[in-house]
């Protein structure tokens, strides 16, 4: 693991491109990947740094590139952030340093911006009113646009990250507080943004008015904290209270008000939560909008088995993520739920080239097929997507191996067909198997199942249980909630602009 920016000094788009895939090389090769997680909390006499980091740890999942904690004591700010996973990152030292009553933390996986120390978070900067830190989760859809008025209007990015972007146009804009400065940018931003903000004596949470990613606040003993999802806020002993609404500024600051205050940071809501935060990426113990993510998942399993009534022996699940479903699979159709796929939970990130054989290969070393539950057995399989087909069908092969007869494969989700502009790392579309092939017998035959049927839309909102109209189904109908500049499909295009002005500027001088 590369620990320091001078890893990356070179800005040749190639071998940006191979270490971002070194890093993301981990034990999931062909799952869509989170963007970040973030954590707050505001706790005079707790050691917040310790509460952070162990929010992050349970925020693990929502990205693993790099890790960062901020803190305050009410005057100055402390950062530390580093490569590598929550447990990698911070020693004891650095948590002993890290001091204050106030803290932010951030876990990253690269959306736009390559994986590397400067692009990590929080971001700490000066502004009219102070220092502040920032950490984001999502992705913006006119990065270019504010990143050209930013440089024109003569201020400098330091990286190549759309999160600076946000950062230094809050430590630019106009405003008394920083609510008002936050107000002032909000109508500026397109795209996905949940935020945390630490000031010196605040701690604020920012959701965007599409509520994209989520943000939620809870309350540790009498204490606020704010995080992307609940299961952070429950794992350091506190209760989830509600979400942060799309459009809301929360602020949370020691003057009264229980602490607490609400502002409207951009009134024109227009409510378009992420459909795989509830298939697939947030934790299945973390509730969003009100509904158990667990839940939502066995209901997806009982979905789909209405949709897909296939006369089995057995359903197994891909393990872990498609658990849940697969159980509400078999409730629903009667049929025995086993283990038919064990996974290593400790192989970890062994597997640094990305090759496609050595993809293949990891699939192996990751899952071992259970003879004894699937010798001569009818077997449906349920999993929560298939983005590219290639951990599906070494998958497949692995349950015939074992002496399954039959394999159905049963996917909550509809096809993945368009890439994600709002936070994910899904693939480019040429790589999705769902835009290459036709239909779904296609789909099956490349992957080897015996039949293959993807959850229908209105099935997976049936499941989820709340309006369709609050739900962003852009991966999947090509529709987005909101305009997307298409370019930003390549997460590097920064790093590429940026080469281009220095190879230009060079030119001149
Ligand atoms: S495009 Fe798909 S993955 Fe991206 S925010 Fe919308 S629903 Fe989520």
């Not at 978070?121 to 220092?131: E, H, I, M, R, V």
């Not at 949709?307 to 498609?322: K, L, M, Q, R």
């Amino acid at each position: 693991m590369r620990d320091s920016a001078d890893a990356t000094d070179s800005l040749d788009a190639a071998s940006l491109e191979k270490e971002a895939d070194f890093l993301r090389w981990d034990d999931e090769p062909d799952r869509p990947r989170e963007a970040c997680g973030v954590f707050g909390i505001y706790a005079p006499g707790e050691d917040v740094a310790r509460v952070t980091y162990f929010g992050l740890y349970a925020l693990q999942h929502r990205g693993q590139e790099s890790a960062g904690i901020a803190t305050s004591d009410g005057v100055h700010l402390a950062l530390r952030r580093q490569m590598g996973l929550v447990a990698q990152a911070f020693t004891e030292d650095d948590l002993a340093n890290l001091r204050g009553y106030i803290a932010i933390g951030h876990t990253r996986y690269s959306t736009t911006g390559s994986s590397r120390i400067e692009n990590a978070q929080p971001f700490l900067l000066d502004s009219s009113l102070g220092a502040f830190a920032l950490g984001h989760n999502g992705n913006l859809t006119n990065t270019l646009t504010l990143r050209d008025r930013l440089l024109r209007e003569g201020e400098t990015l330091a990286t190549t990250s759309d999160s600076e972007i946000i950062a230094r146009m809050i430590a630019i804009s106009p405003g008394a507080t920083f609510a008002e400065k936050l107000q002032h940018v909000m109508p500026q931003l397109q795209g996905a943004y949940s935020l945390v903000l630490l000031t010196p004596t605040e701690l604020i949470g920012v959701r965007d008015p599409h509520g994209v990613r989520p943000l939620t606040i809870g309350r540790v003993q009498e204490h606020w904290v704010i995080a992307s999802e609940s299961c952070a806020i429950e794992t350091v002993g506190g209760e989830a209270v509600r979400d942060v609404a799309p459009g809301e500024v929360v602020v949370v600051r020691g003057d009264g008000h229980g602490g607490l205050t609400s502002y409207v940071g951009n009134a024109e809501t227009l409510p378009a939560a992420c459909l795989f935060e509830y298939i697939y990426f947030a934790r299945p113990d973390s509730s969003i909008g009100g509904r158990s993510l667990y839940l939502a998942r066995q209901r997806m399993g009982a979905q789909l088995a209405a949709e897909f009534p296939v006369d089995a022996d057995v359903v197994i699940g891909v393990p872990d993520s498609a658990t849940p479903a697969a159980a509400g699979y078999a409730a629903a159709r009667g049929l025995p739920y086993a283990d038919g796929l064990i996974k290593n939970r400790y192989i970890g990130r062994t597997f640094i080239q990305p090759d496609q054989r050595l993809r293949q290969l990891g699939v192996k070393m990751k899952f071992n097929a259970l003879g004894a539950v699937l010798n001569g057995k009818r077997v449906v399989m349920v999993d929560d997507s298939i983005v590219r087909g290639t951990t599906i069908r070494p998958l497949v092969k692995l349950l015939r191996d074992a002496g399954a007869s039959e394999v159905h494969l049963g996917i909550t989700s509809p096809p993945f067909r368009w890439p994600c502009y709002l936070g994910l790392d899904v693939a480019r579309r040429h790589e999705l198997i769902a835009a290459r092939l036709p239909n779904a017998e296609a789909i099956a035959r490349e992957v080897g199942v015996d039949s293959l049927h993807y959850l229908t839309l209105d099935g997976l909102i049936a499941a989820i249980d709340l309006p369709r109209e609050t739900f962003c189904s852009g991966c999947f109908t090509g529709v987005y909630p909101m305009p997307v500049q298409m370019e930003l499909a390549d997460r590097l295009m920064l790093e590429q602009e940026q080469k281009l002005e220095q190879v230009a500027s060079a030119s001149i001088s």
